[in-house]
């Protein structure tokens, strides 16, 4: 696939839509913690000047708490109006390193390559290296003081690197470029919202370049199968904990191999926090009468705990989950075996409808609306704006930074534009051609084309069309504009905070407790002991360390 988009990205990599920016530091005491409190922060944001350069078939919807929909395309516009101007590079050349999530494509006489740097006028030396052991390759490299001129760094490793402190030393303030208003001489990043910069934020200074980012970023969704729930007549109306339990009585049919259910939980309670409304892995601390509170103390983490073990017993889950086999879960929701399901938004897309459908032509995904445990108002942790950021190297020159924000504002050209299908299809009649509205690879196309320049630089994520599907579009548009009601900032939102590295091994034994709770192996007890273990080994020093980070910078609402 040519351009993956951010919730392509988070299915790809299987973590949630809300990447991790509460992390671990790798050294024995972080020098700094990375945090900025509110003022210095505001300093330091770009400006947001929204793009009209191309309307959306389905505009944005605003939400609560800054929340807004991303906008969606059914076909690409027939005529792309360009959003650069003028020469984009000054002849440079750069080395850069971009994860890849699939295969790596040839160097050397890749059209693709050529078309984009063309464009640029700028050569981009492209290593994308492989994305599943990205992080290994980032510490050896800081160490030798061997980064390239421009590098993508993920949120979730950033806890390997010492980020606090390494940060200052290693990659160029891009807050003289590009806060407040300085940012408007780039027009493309100053499309980019505020909430998607926060991250790249540290001890007061503007540093990353914002990659998929987004205004309605949740971990993930409730789906079932609306083609096998409308042959069982089924009801998807659902409003509570109560209602979801009844469709696993009347949906389970063991005998015919169905179950109702797969995982509904998720790796450390990454879905179900949103049901019974604890924090998530990311944002783990509630302010209860004026105490901070980890999600692990929580009544409502027994409650989900005691719930699903409950589902298991009742034999609504299906064998594969209670095993622990969480690789085959899609494919147990394509075929049928299940008919509902937890996963991230990445999931909803074009090419899960081809898939399912190759096993089913009927099949129809669909996501519940938002429902909570006990049948009140829903509501829904709101993720970080961006997950992935881009950051230039310290050593250039006044000269060449310059140069490459111009190079980032023209890889930030909006979905619609003609330096979009640039970017991310390259040449026209070689590497694609049109169908249907849409952009199609060649055969040549999908061997040259992949995700790289994108990881340096990309506009704020739209919907689109994948596969032709373009009713899964239309229907994902819609529950993002009913779930951007309903969410709300947690407690530390979008504050880099470093924590030091011996609060590092505290979550595993709970992660593995969870598992085995969860799914009936051991009883409630074992948590709650778990829990006492958690505080007497570093839990209750952690909390004291945010109750400090508290008293310095806030709490980022």
């Known amino acids: 696939m040519a351009s993956l988009s951010r919730r392509g990205l988070l299915a790809s990599v299987a973590i949630v839509a809300a990447a991790p920016l509460l992390d671990a530091c790798g050294s024995p005491k972080a020098k700094n913690e990375g945090t900025t409190n509110q003022d210095e922060l505001t300093k330091a944001l770009p400006a947001y000047v929204p793009s009209n350069a191309v309307k959306p078939d389905i505009p944005v919807v605003n939400g609560v708490n800054g929340a807004t929909t ?47 740097n063309k464009a640029l006028g700028t050569t981009l030396k492209l290593q994308p290296a492989d994305g599943v052991t ?6 050896p490299l800081f160490a030798a003081d061997k980064l ?45 919202s505020p909430n998607a910069w926060v991250s790249g934020v540290w001890n007061g200074k503007l540093y990353g370049l914002p990659i998929y980012s987004s205004n309605a970023v949740v971990a993930g969704a409730y789906y079932y199968r609306k083609d096998l729930f409308d042959k069982a007549g089924a009801s998807a109306d659902i ?13 389970t049919n063991a005998s015919a191999g169905v179950w109702a259910f797969d995982d509904l939980f998720g790796n450390d309670a990454a879905y179900i926090n949103q049901l019974f409304e604890f924090g998530s892995g990311s944002y783990p ?21 005691n719930w699903h073990a409950k589902m298991v017993k009742a034999g609504y889950v299906h064998p594969d989950v209670i095993a622990n086999n969480t690789q085959n879960g899609k494919q147990r929701f394509w075929s049928g075996k299940v008919l509902i399901c937890a996963d991230g938004t990445g999931a909803w897309a074009g090419d899960d409808n081809k898939s399912g459908s190759a096993a089913n032509p009927t099949y129809n995904r669909q996501a519940f609306k938002l429902f909570n445990a006990k049948g009140a108002d829903p509501k829904i942790e709101l993720g970080n704006g961006a997950g992935m950021f881009a950051y230039l190297n310290k050593k250039l020159s006044d000269a060449q930074i310059k140069e490459l924000l111009n190079v980032a504002n023209y890889l930030a050209a909006p979905y619609g534009s003609a330096e979009w299908l640039t970017v991310n299809f390259g040449q026209p009649g070689t590497d694609y051609n049109m169908k249907d509205g849409n952009p199609l690879l060649t055969e040549q196309g999908s061997k040259e084309v992949a995700t790289t320049f994108q990881f340096l630089a990309c506009p704020a994520s739209a919907v689109t069309v994948q596969s032709g599907a373009t009713q899964v579009v239309k229907d994902y548009a819609a529950w993002q504009a009913e779930m951007v009601k309903h969410v709300y900032k947690p407690l530390f939102y979008g504050m880099n905070v470093s924590e030091p590295s011996r ?4 979550g595993k034994p709970m992660i593995d407790t969870i598992t085995d709770v969860k799914l009936g192996r051991k009883p409630i007890s074992a948590w709650t002991d778990a829990v006492e273990q958690w505080r007497k080994t570093g839990g209750d020093d952690l909390r004291k360390f945010y109750e400090d980070i508290r008293t310095k910078y806030g709490t980022g609402k």
């Open 134 to 139: 990205y992080a290994d390759k980032l510490p």
């Open 285 to 305: 601390w509630q302010d209860q009468g004026g105490k901070l509170v980890h999600r692990y103390e929580t009544e409502n983490i027994v409650e989900a705990l």
């Open 70 to 116: 991303d906008p969606a395309f059914l076909t690409y516009p027939a005529n792309p109006p360009k959003s650069v101007t003028g020469a984009v590079g000054s002849g440079g050349s750069y080395t850069t390193m971009t994860p890849l999530w699939g295969s790596i494509p040839p160097s050397s006489g890749n059209v693709y390559y050529d078309t984009v």
């Open 148 to 192: 390239p001129d421009w590098i993508n760094i993920p949120v979730w490793v950033t806890g390997n690197l010492s980020f606090g402190d390494a940060v200052a030393n290693k990659f160029a303030d891009l807050t003289p470029y590009l806060a407040g208003d300085k940012v408007k001489q780039y027009p493309n990043l100053a499309a980019l």
């Open 503 to 506: 609060f590092g091994s505290l």
């Open 239 to 251: 409003k509570s904990i109560a209602d979801l339990e009844a469709l696993g009585k009347q949906l």
